[in-house]
């Protein structure tokens, strides 16, 4: 079969990995990928909001399944411009995405199908929007509405950082929405979940924990995020029967009365206080970089799950993942997450032996006359499986050791919390 992977991060390296491994793979292309794609499949230079541009390339590559990595192109309807030329495509359609792209839609849903969420208000005036943050006191989270690169939602701990916050999203700091939520700070411990989905079924796709803030022991500003693990030791049979009843499956029920039945991964973001789950986010697409590390264990061919998902079979399927624990760890270019150093020579990359337990996967990278430079902020991802987690972190920081890399930072705490508690 004929796989076309949509995007350019580190994400869609590990799922292109992962889909080279099928013996029923013969073409793998990327759009637009970067120097790590390269090395696996074939990159095609094209810009991915060009619906009709790609659309030509997939014709032209007889390509039977289209992987969209990134939300904004579901967000902008992506699925349903393909469905309607007859491609197989694995995401959801633009309603769906809503859950992704607008909070008010995702936060409403839950209210009305009793999905545990944080307490909240949805604001287009700032009089109203003022009177919520009075009642409700700081604490208090400050979210856009809309798609916003991982800077739309702040922790405020002051009223005057709050009110600062709603003015700026009600005037269209965010491009896209100038709604505003906010919402009841929920105190606990974050944990990522992820099923994967179809018209008929949802399956469990591993969980994740990962670090979003830049520095160590979690402070400084969020990022995209600098290191993920797997499996999340948090996550009991007992707390998983909790979030499937109490959250997953309503809101697929949801959708589906909606008329929208959701298809794809979907990665529900919660939050976990006294044993119970809340749903603070969904992405409606793989983590990056949880998924580098989820990709490590899956056991299961990734060509033969995204094949029944895209037939509606998923439920003749049993996914199987190893019992190792792996991480990765982020490899940024210094200045992330403002203004960072660009197109800076990363050198020794070929020192690292990469196998079934050590991979490197590009984020933001490209080749030029045989070297690779950095083009990204989150530029490469160190990713080590082992059976613990205290030895998939040596193995990843050893082969860091190996890179030489002088515009390069990283973490080297990912996964403390589980570490520091052994
Ligand atoms: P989001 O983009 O919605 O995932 O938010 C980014 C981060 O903000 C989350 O990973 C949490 O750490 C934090 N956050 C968001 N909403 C809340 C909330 N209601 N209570 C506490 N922390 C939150
Ligand atoms: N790592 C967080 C995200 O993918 O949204």
């Not at 409403?108 to 009075?134: H, Q, R, Y």
């Not at 949880?290 to 998923?314: F, G, H, P, S, Y």
Request: hydrophobic residues 35%.
């Amino acid at each position: 079969m004929n796989f076309a992977v949509i995007g350019s991060g580190g994400r869609e390296h590990a799922i292109c990995y992962k889909l080279k491994q099928s013996s029923k793979l013969e073409k793998l292309i990327c759009i637009p990928g970067n120097a790590g794609t390269q090395k696996i499949a074939e990159n095609i230079k094209e810009d991915i909001s060009n619906f009709d541009a790609l659309y030509q390339i997939i014709k032209r590559q007889n390509i039977d399944i289209v992987i969209v990595g990134p939300e904004q192109p579901l967000v902008d309807g992506l699925a349903d411009y393909l469905n309607k030329k007859k491609i197989r495509v694995f995401g959801p359609d633009k309603f769906a995405a809503q859950l992704e792209g607008s909070k008010a839609f995702m936060k409403n849903l839950c209210k009305k199908n009793n999905i545990p969420t944080a307490n909240f208000g949805v604001f287009n005036n700032f009089d109203e929007a003022s009177s919520f943050i009075e009642k409700n006191g700081v604490p208090i989270v400050v979210k856009a509405d809309g798609l916003a690169a991982g800077k739309g939602v702040s922790v405020c701990v002051s009223k005057e950082e709050a009110l600062k916050n709603t003015k700026e999203i009600l005037e269209g700091k965010f491009k896209s929405s100038n709604q505003v939520v906010l919402e009841e700070f929920l105190k606990g411990e974050e944990l990522s979940y992820f099923v994967i989905v179809d018209e008929n079924s949802s399956l469990f796709f591993g969980s994740a924990q990962d670090h979003k803030r830049v520095g160590e022991g979690d402070t400084g500003p969020n990022t995209g995020g600098m290191g993920a693990y797997s499996p999340a030791p948090l996550l009991t049979n007992q707390l998983e029967n909790k979030i499937k009843k109490k959250i997953i499956d309503p809101t697929l029920k949801a959708m589906k009365d909606l008329g929208y039945p959701y298809k794809g991964f979907l990665y529900a973001g919660l939050m976990i206080k006294k044993g119970e789950p809340y749903l603070i986010e969904y992405n409606i697409r793989m983590g990056d970089p949880e998924c580098q590390v989820l990709m490590m264990r899956l056991k299961t061919d990734l060509l033969e799950i995204l094949d029944c998902a895209t037939k509606n079979k998923l439920n003749n399927l049993k996914i199987e993942w190893n019992n190792k624990s792996c991480i990765t760890i982020v490899l940024c270019a210094k200045g992330y997450p403002s203004n960072y150093i660009k197109d800076s020579e990363i050198k020794n990359l070929f020192n690292v032996l990469t196998d079934e337990n050590n991979q490197i996967f590009h984020a933001g990278t490209y080749e030029k006359n045989n070297k690779t430079y950095s083009s990204g902020g989150r530029v490469l991802n160190i990713t080590s499986s082992s059976k613990n987690l205290i030895e998939a972190r040596n193995k990843s920081l050893a082969n860091i050791s190996k890179i030489n890399w002088v515009d390069g930072f990283f973490r080297r705490d990912i996964g403390w919390r589980v570490i520091n508690n052994k």
